[in-house]
């Protein structure tokens, strides 16, 4: 079975930076696509940021000039870099990612748990 841990969050006043971490474990062949979601309380759960193996990204353009997306391929490992943080900012962030479980098999897709980050103002 695969899982996604997150870790990181917490509390920060405005202007403040934060870090997230989600390390995937279990068996699996590759992770081709990782990606951070938030939701604020009462609203939907949106993309952040994401990042595929290769390397390529895409942000929300909420977030762009603020946050960086980065993977450790080789620790399964994705992180999210967050600075200059707002009190919009504040969600519950969770770590999403698409995994192979074999060379030849479609990946299948998974969440974590999510981590509380709350910015003050």
């Known amino acids: 079975q695969v899982q996604l841990l997150e870790s990181g969050g917490g509390l920060v006043q405005a202007g403040g930076s934060l870090r997230l971490s989600c390390a995937a474990s279990g068996s699996f062949f590759s992770i081709p696509t990782m990606a951070w979601y938030r939701q604020a309380p009462g609203k939907q759960r949106d993309l952040v940021a994401s990042m595929t193996k290769a390397g390529s990204t895409t942000y929300a353009d909420s977030v762009k000039d603020r946050f960086t997306i980065s993977r450790d391929n080789a620790k399964n490992t994705m992180y999210l870099q967050m600075a200059s943080l707002r009190p919009e900012d504040t969600a519950v962030y969770y770590c999403?990612?698409?995994?192979?479980?074999?060379?030849?098999?479609?990946?299948?897709?998974?969440w974590g748990h999510g981590t509380q980050v709350t910015v003050s103002s």
């Open positions: 999403n990612a698409d995994v192979k479980k074999t060379m030849f098999r479609n990946p299948d897709n998974y």
